[in-house]
């Protein structure tokens, strides 16, 4: 994510949630352990009790946890697990891996099958209706079998899955024969937000692989992939290493992790942050400044006028989203796991200020 | 291409341009050569005199041709030959590439950048917008940068491209910086169209790399590639063997087109087919039935009501295309070099039928 | 295959067994299916029969057989579509898939887990060694598993695997678990050597999948992929598409090898040029030239002098093998279905020469 | 590294050199750092540090510099990028990249060109050859082209590469056109090491890339990927994003690295580690145990009768490295920067106790 160009001082960092390293809770868990040896590669005791209380929060006992170092990696890596080599992914065309993963999946072999819509959401007809439209065309050996679904929750732009529509589209994926998989880079802030019915247990009846993301929220770095069915993907480890995405020490994340769900914190965790996406977005709409998305989690898309971006600017790091074509900017606010209220409370000062013409 | 399901007997072939062998003159052509001893791998006579005939017909002396057997591989190892690692290939999304390859060009790492549209054309405009916005975009590190331009002349749906309108691809191109590759799969029904303004040497001057088909215009089988700047892709034919591409008796290939280039067969090959599909389009039009792409080359793609479809099928082999939203169904005839004006005549008799109503 | 260099008139052609097009039976077959029409990909009638007359040949009721178009093409699509991603092939160092084809295993992401030896065929002792290596290995998750074992018969030297060195493979692959996969290039002159007792249903009965080679072998073009056991390879038609890999125009192929199969042609076939190939390895004995493998089909590899080396090349195209340590090199001499028993005598008699010192 | 089998409590971590998080500089580092705003991807003011100590420690001004996560992403993205297509990696056949990288460097397209030897060394002599058998193959065309040399620095196996045998491969290089590429997963090992005459400023004047490793060497994760001559891997931000290996948080390594170099920390660090192996080796030979390797750098490969090794392995943990042929077992132990002298105090006694029989 680029960030916007204004360069005043100190100016508050709400460009993305992966600017600041780890929750003060995972960061001391890491210097307790940190000279205490482990085996490698993810077969240590921390990463053991980690994967055991992730289970236990998905209610899924027999699930298979790995801990993979970032998003793109995960979803490359898991995508092309679960795709035969005839398939591709379907995903919203403003996917994470549709659009910000410089070709991964593609660089797998896989094409991602893009569908459209009015929002950042895949619906279960716009994918039964790609199934269908595959499975009824006379050429569909010449063509790329939609072999999973792909969407995050929350989407690239913040919104949330409700249940009903994540049922919905296992219904879809079960009724045509294919998986289905949830990006969670930034799931600790859909599992706190008010308006949010999907849990994690649900996720592990619902998806054939998850992740539950790390670095956007309170690691240093590290996402666990979860496969709540054992064997979904057998020789997973060499997948993983044969990518170069096995880290060597595999206990560094899940020590990280285990800090993270020993006692619940990773579902309260995004609270917070989401509290204050809620204030700020309430300020621009205030401000007469037009909302492009509901906010439902952590992250504010709002179109500013050119000196309502400059203003803004000089005060807040900011991150791009695009040019609009009646000469607006959209841009994007991110709380964080890090962000104080100090900070949302500067932000939303600054943010009255851009009513004032 | 499947084929619509009728089962009378001898029905006519229209369903697609690759259901007969060779021009008689080219098998006339092999079997002069059958048992004469050539070298392997298009280092023989026949091969290098094709080549030095193809570089004379698009005055393009020091371009570098290659043999191949088809069009996806064609595609799928020039595409991936002109660009880098970091690069997608941008093409319309009805291209061949974007749906008809099977993913041939994701299986060699790239991502088809699809762009859509009101017809089956590329626009100057389109590609530029395209080009732009990566450009402009702040993240563009973490996106397919857009490397290279996939048009075929004549596109998926029989269409011509204008001299202007690749001369403005082409132009785009340049002040992009990217390249432009020209599929040549029907090549020979866009050379002899009425309208056609394009010529072979107008290829070579526009593109990076086009290819002259044989498969669908006369020959048992083969593409010949052309790079009109040598040194374009260098070890090209290793990228080829590579690819299980190489075939071991070139000179087979080479002999084809050495007969379909020594006296312009190939320039000419295509006017009857062109002028059968012009009487079957207004056949069509006369029996009240709408056509879907204006007839250009060896195409007609008609809708027809379910009764209109079963009453041609009963006669014809025609070609699936899409069930339509309002119930009819689109169907493709291909006349071909191996259409008789006998077959065209009865085909165009069985269409008058479908407006007895 | 590169040739060796002499540039006399008219020179033998014994560089390999792919300078001639098809046996006449096979061209005239071709001839008379030209210009009837067909549907495209292998779903022609020709093609059909020609598959059931390979199972009948092979006794294998129920294989599935594809028509691919060379040698190259057939063993990284079939080698792939038997691997899974973690696992590589095993395969003699002089092997064609460790030498010869560029790299197109790997570049379908798959190792090739060379084996040496004292010739150039794999043991099953050797097989079972290296895949105990990898299951005995403490790191073996990081390691690439042996997935498949890869033979061609007869090898890229000319030798040939017996019944029972074949069977021990199998009761290896068995074993551990892994398949075996059987190269036919030159599969015609293997079922035609008199030391010979593999016939193709024990190709059939012993191999998770092998192919019968046209190109070397009377066809223009072709090999038949034959999976004994359906289902072994799941959509694998779009494999091949996948991977440029679909003849538009299959049942050209497919005619071919009906013509081959009809009769036993292609079990017959390769018989003559054995037998020309042992009086060329016995006049090279007689001549006192050393012969570096024994030879048991088509293919002679000598040592020669380079004084026999220039007399040889003024007369005959040989194909260059390899600079040996003691300043000899090691030439081919292929003969094939069309040598001629006139051409075998000419070479003979030049081969006498070479001994006059 | 799978790690010998004796459970006893508490046994001395010497199974390999990442079985322990960080140093404390390091790791205070990260502390202090921690809550510190940051931009993603590495375009951070520590990271930009970190960059510039690198150069002046290697005397490479213009050099670019990328954090990467670990080794094996190292260099599969790495060699990905330096190689063309139709190349291959030569390297030593005990190299990481030929054994225990799971097959990532074919996962990438290439063929890793293994060379064997007396030891884990690649010599001048051995890749010459290699590249002139290539070059002088009149088959060459068909076959691999070695387009990069690989060796690491240790080797796997511990030992040093001098200056002059560089310089020898460097010239080798030179004269075939292809490029050297470092792998220093251990270098502050190599750095350190009594014997060893090759620096970072060396390095970075004989290859086209190394890596100064992190995660053998004192950082959590993370290995600096040099390009001595920038320009040489034009977009390799987008390659390594393309490949799953962009770090989010590249701060969190560039810290880690500022740490490392800015007092010259990391060419120190492998000092204690060495002496330790030293006196390890020592102790093992005075017990009249067979070393298999010299020792030279931080790890110590010897040859145990099984009784021995039950006798280790109930006091500490070892390395499994392979089974011998005579029934006795190789082992490797590794110092790191994390092992205390009094834990090499205790191993040493330890060695001892096998002697008494």
Redesign the interface.
């Known amino acids: 994510?680029?960030?916007t160009q204004g360069e005043g001082p100190q100016r508050l960092?709400f460009?993305?949630d992966?600017?600041?390293?780890?929750l003060?809770q995972v960061?001391e868990r890491?210097?307790e352990?940190?000279?205490?040896?482990?085996?490698?590669y993810g077969a240590d005791a921390h990463s053991e009790r980690a994967r055991a209380l992730i289970r236990e929060a998905a209610g899924a006992p027999e699930a298979e946890v790995s801990f993979l170092?970032?998003?793109?990696?995960?979803?490359?890596?898991v995508i092309?697990?679960l795709l035969?080599?005839?398939q591709?992914v379907v995903a919203a065309d403003s996917g994470h891996v549709s659009?910000?993963?410089?070709?991964?999946i593609?660089?797998m072999?896989?094409?991602?099958i893009?569908l459209g819509g009015e929002d950042s959401k895949l619906t279960a007809e716009a994918v039964d209706a790609a199934c269908q439209a595959w499975e009824?065309?006379?050429?569909r050996?010449?063509?790329?079998?939609p072999g999973l679904v792909y969407v995050s929750q929350p989407t690239e732009y913040g919104r949330l899955y409700s249940l009903a529509e994540l049922e919905a589209l296992r219904a879809v994926c079960d009724a045509r024969g294919i998986g289905l998989y949830v990006d969670g880079a930034r799931l600790a802030y859909a599992l706190a937000a008010p308006g949010n019915d999907v849990g994690l247990a649900d996720l592990a009846r619902l998806t054939d692989a998850f992740y539950v993301g790390g670095?956007?929220c309170g690691t240093?770095?590290g996402e666990a992939v979860v496969f709540p069915r054992p064997g979904t993907c057998?020789?997973f480890?060499?997948?993983v290493?044969?990518?170069?995405?096995?880290?060597?020490?595999g206990f560094?994340v899940g020590a990280q992790f285990e800090a993270l769900f020993e006692d619940g914190l990773y579902q309260r965790l995004g609270a917070r942050a989401d509290a204050q996406a809620a204030r700020v977005a309430r300020a621009f709409e205030e401000a007469g400044c037009e909302l492009l998305e509901p906010q439902q989690t952590n992250q504010v898309i709002v179109a500013l006028e050119k000196d309502q971006l400059q203003r803004l600017e000089a005060r807040v790091?900011a991150g791009?989203w695009?040019?609009l074509a009646d000469g607006r900017t959209a841009v994007r606010l991110a709380t964080s796991w890090?962000s104080t209220d100090e900070e949302a409370d500067v932000l939303v000062d600054v943010i009255r200020t851009l009513a004032s013409k």
């Open positions: 994510m680029g960030t960092p460009a993305s992966y600017e600041r390293g780890a003060p960061l890491l210097q352990v940190n000279l205490e040896p482990n085996p490698g170092a970032g998003g793109t990696q995960a979803n490359a890596v092309d697990a035969a080599p005839w591709g659009v910000h993963e410089a070709g991964a593609e660089a072999g896989h094409k991602v893009e009824q065309d006379e050429n050996e010449h063509m790329v079998m670095t956007k240093l770095l057998p020789h480890l060499t997948l290493k044969r990518r170069g995405a096995l880290l060597a020490k560094l790091e791009f695009s040019h890090s």
